[in-house]
């Protein structure tokens, strides 16, 4: 049974976590997909290519993707490199304090430039990645001309 995870499963946003596939076929050809939608309704997505260890397991940290949104060996790669379904849109947090960005990750058999609503994923999982930290305060800053905000830890 092929399983994904991403550990740990809720982080900030600024930090790594580790994203693993495990059950596949020795040398099997997977596409792994990271997608998300924004506080607009916009989604983005990224995929990467990888061909399973011979222990039939796909790790970004350790193998190189072989192709998709980037190539090589990019332990963050799903994450960094998310692109626009719709051209010129930017992916912006506007409510850092309240919600997460929830990532779905998904594992798909064979080499997947787009899934339809009809392919099934392999193994799929969800990753949060918060904006700020429990505790941290907000404070606004209006000064002026000048618009910001302080974050002060807790």
Do not use: N
């Not at 949060?128 to 404070?139: C, F, I, K, S």
């Not at 209006?142 to 830890?153: H, I, N, S």
Request: aromatic share 10%; charged share 25%.
């Amino acid at each position: 049974m092929v399983e994904i995870t991403v550990t740990p499963r809720s982080s900030l946003a600024d930090r790594p976590v580790q994203i693993q596939v495990r059950g596949l076929s020795p040398a099997q050809l997977v596409t792994l997909r990271a997608s998300l939608t924004d506080e607009h309704g916009e989604r983005f997505q990224a995929r990467a290519f990888f061909r399973a260890d011979g222990a039939g397991e796909v790790d970004p940290g350790r193998h190189a993707a072989a192709g998709g949104s980037y190539s090589g060996v990019w332990p963050m790669g799903l994450f960094w490199f998310l692109q626009p379904d719709t051209l010129f849109r930017r992916l912006v947090k506007r409510d850092v304090a309240g919600s997460p960005f929830v990532v779905r990750l998904e594992v798909y058999d064979g080499l997947r430039l787009v899934t339809t609503p009809q392919d099934q994923p392999l193994a799929s999982c969800e990753a949060e990645r918060w904006y700020m930290a429990p505790g941290t305060q907000r404070v606004p800053i209006r000064e002026g001309r000048v618009r910001g905000a302080l974050f002060l830890p807790p």
